[in-house]
């Protein structure tokens, strides 16, 4: 980190969300602990009212770009952090509200509020490295505190973070997991989906959501290919990977070839 302090400055932003990963940073309990004895927590509104200006070391970003105002705040964000990480499905490809992408904004205002001309927003909603350049993205939703302390203490000596780049199918079978699609014949996005989670919803019995997004080359149509068998129709799989990285390459995509097909 850079000289200019005697601990390094640690910022942390949102932008539109839900807040979500900002409270796996506050659940950390006995970690924030010892964060908070390495880096000066120099902004953080979600945890106090303090702020010390200036430059920050590292910027912690929560969030999608959804307004103008936030497409030019970010710029500025990135003006002042040397280091420059985004968090959560939000930031890292849109989130939920990316599903606005593939809908008319303006009708969906006129529908929902009384007096739409005071509502200002954009048609997207995209993620952060659509607007500036990003150092680590973190994914999930919310984020697995873990592997947020395991990225800050890597910037933080200088390594690269060891977050894993394996589906939530190898979670599954860590965890002695019986693959939900084999015993239930229920859909799951574990193949294709990041891992970090745990393998949570499967440890129930319940199919992967992709809540941390598309894994790193994913093969969503050789997935689709098997649910299709399960029984799945064109529109439940355009629906399926339409939910918290609808924005993300591999699962827009995915999506859209469903919702095609189903439409012709």
Not at 12 to 33: H, P, T
Request: aromatic fraction near 6%.
């Amino acid at each position: 980190m850079t000289g200019r302090h005697k601990r390094p400055r640690l910022a942390v932003w949102k932008f539109a969300s839900c807040d979500g990963c900002q409270l796996s940073l506050l659940d950390c309990e006995d970690e924030i602990l010892a964060l908070a004895e390495a880096v000066d927590i120099a902004y953080f509104p979600e945890a106090t009212r303090s702020e010390i200006s200036g430059h920050y070391d590292i910027s912690l970003v929560e969030g999608s770009i959804t307004t103008a105002h936030d497409a030019v705040r970010i710029q500025e964000v990135r003006r002042r952090s040397t280091k420059l990480i985004v968090i959560g499905a939000c930031a890292t490809s849109g989130g939920i509200q990316a599903l606005r992408n593939f809908s008319d904004v303006k009708e969906y205002t006129r529908i929902v509020y009384a007096r739409p001309d005071y509502i200002e927003t954009l048609a997207t909603s995209t993620p952060i490295s659509d607007h500036v350049r990003v150092d680590f993205e973190l994914r999930g939703c919310p984020i697995n505190k873990h592997q947020l302390v395991e990225v800050l203490g890597a910037f933080l000596v200088g390594r690269r973070p060891a977050t894993p780049a394996h589906s939530v199918c190898v979670e599954c079978k860590l965890k002695g997991n019986a693959c939900v699609m084999v015993a239930h014949d229920a859909p799951c996005l574990g193949p294709v989906t990041h891992a970090g989670c745990g393998a949570l919803c499967p440890s129930y019995n319940r199919g992967c959501y992709g809540c941390f997004g598309p894994k790193e080359t994913p093969n969503a149509p050789a997935l689709s290919a098997k649910l299709s068998e399960l029984g799945m129709d064109q529109r439940a799989l355009a629906r399926l990977y339409s939910t918290f990285n609808a924005n993300a390459d591999a699962f827009r995509q995915e999506s859209e070839r469903h919702d095609q097909d189903g439409q012709g």
